[in-house]
């Protein structure tokens, strides 16, 4: 794993501050909030980022079957908090072989979910939601629409939404991951306001380095 903060919007190195510019700088993007090292998947790095992150951290729960909890993102710095958060997970995909999932809630303008999945960014884009959507999941209890948006990678499926005021991503590889989102009627909640959960835990996940 990466052992510095990157950019969220490209995944590319930060001055960090200093005692004449007090952000993170990326020469790209200038002034950004940091993209922390991933955690990887443990309860304890659960703990750290529900207590830092700001926004809601997503978790399916029930996970799919055979799907494990593969590490966890934020971005932010002491000063501010987690302003955006990231899980992943690996399973076996609904169509044949394995499969990646991010969850992402973000601030608009953090560009995180868009760096994930391929666009420019910062956030979905104009016209992302036109039209019905093409995917509902449960958030909180609440049905939450969700479209697919058009990237220039073709090997990832990427939906988005609102939630609680923030943009909420869900990012699948390949492709075909799309259909877990679509159809496998996902349940949300807030890992930082659950009870304790007895999460089933895989190898730490390299789509969590960009």
């Known amino acids: 794993m990466r052992a510095a903060p990157t950019c969220p919007r490209c995944f590319g190195p930060l001055q960090p501050p200093s005692a004449w510019h007090s952000a993170w700088r990326c020469d790209a993007h200038a002034d950004v909030l940091p993209f922390q090292p991933p955690k990887p998947p443990s309860a304890a790095a659960i703990d750290l980022i529900r207590l830092q992150t700001v926004v809601p951290v997503w978790l399916p729960w029930p996970l799919p079957p055979g799907w494990l909890v593969t590490g966890f993102g934020d971005v932010g710095d002491e000063r501010t908090g987690g302003r955006a958060s990231v899980v992943a997970l690996s399973g076996p995909s609904v169509t044949h072989g394995p499969a990646d999932l991010l969850i992402i809630a973000e601030e608009p303008g953090i560009g995180l979910g868009a760096a994930f999945a391929g666009l420019d960014g910062p956030?979905?884009?104009?016209?992302?939601?036109?039209?019905?959507?093409?995917?509902?999941?449960?958030?909180?209890?609440?049905?939450?629409?969700?479209?697919?948006?058009?990237?220039?990678?073709?090997?990832?499926?990427?939906?988005?939404?609102?939630?609680l005021g923030n943009w909420l991503w869900t990012i699948g590889w390949p492709a075909e991951a799309g259909c877990l989102i679509a159809l496998a009627q996902l349940s949300l909640l807030d890992l930082r306001e659950s009870a304790p959960l007895d999460v089933p835990f895989g190898a730490f996940s390299p789509r969590l380095e960009g």
């Open 123 to 163: 956030d979905p884009g104009r016209g992302f939601d036109d039209g019905p959507p093409n995917a509902k999941i449960d958030v909180l209890g609440h049905p939450t629409a969700l479209w697919c948006v058009t990237t220039g990678p073709g090997d990832r499926a990427v939906y988005a939404g609102e939630a």
